[in-house]
């Protein structure tokens, strides 16, 4: 067993993390983590920063998490009222009844994974109009906390509970914003390589092998979901010491 130390913060304050790796030539001597946007959690990757380097089953497998233990984990953390990064940043949003519409997620240009973009932001709304445009729903766009306004946006103000709630589809690159929609039940559009579900459930313009509406299709919905089981499951505590 190859153990590793690294600093890992959490809102306690730094701390040491120790885990067990048994496949030393698969480790390497890097290992990659990132907060996740659950409240208290992270994952690891010995591929890349921020998860992107392996796929949530991929990552399951490496960390030696059975599809069994996955399913629990996952169920724990579904059933936790766990505060969210967005949520906690736009609590004070008005919640209310709103119609159902496509929400487009605004993510920084210059953040570390901007460069993993299938699609730009005008190419994406595109999509979202002519979607919306044949089935009679609004277009808005839900605003970065760090960014800045942009004047020709229209910004959907409501709560994330009152947006997941109607129904609204949500359309983004790979923020961490999915992963509080998909944990609540909600409808997520990916057109960027994330760290959430697989490649295999990400809108891919280029070849057009998959359509919206395929991507809406109740059993493709359930298959990520499932998916994205394995993120959750594979997500590790700052006190956890051993998987």
Request: charged share 25%; net charge positive; glycine share 8%.
């Amino acid at each position: 067993t190859r153990v590793f130390k690294s600093l890992v913060p959490s809102e306690d304050g730094p701390c040491i993390v120790y885990h067990g790796i048994t496949d030393r030539n698969r480790l390497g001597e890097q290992i990659n983590y990132k907060i996740s946007p659950l409240k208290g959690f992270f994952t690891f990757d010995p591929q890349g920063y921020s998860g992107f380097g392996m796929q949530p089953r991929e990552r399951a497998r490496w960390l030696e998490i059975s599809d069994g233990a996955v399913k629990k984990r996952a169920l724990f953390l579904k059933k936790r009222n766990f505060g969210g990064k967005y949520d906690r940043i736009t609590k004070n949003l008005e919640n209310r009844e709103v119609p159902p519409g496509l929400i487009l997620v605004e993510q920084l240009d210059d953040d570390q994974v901007s460069s993993l973009r299938l699609v730009s932001d005008v190419e994406m709304e595109k999509i979202a109009q002519n979607y919306a445009a044949a089935h009679n729903l609004t277009v808005a766009w839900r605003r970065h906390p760090f960014g800045g306004r942009h004047r020709d946006r229209n910004y959907n103000g409501c709560s994330l509970g009152s947006a997941i709630k109607s129904g609204s589809i949500f359309f983004t690159h790979n923020s961490g914003l999915a992963a509080e929609v998909m944990i609540r039940g909600g409808t997520v559009i990916f057109f960027a390589p994330n760290e959430f579900v697989g490649k295999n459930f990400v809108f891919r313009q280029s070849d057009m092998t998959q359509t919206i509406e395929e991507l809406l299709n109740p059993d493709f919905r359930q298959k990520q979901l499932e998916e994205f089981d394995f993120y959750l499951g594979a997500l590790v505590r700052w006190h956890e010491f051993s998987l």
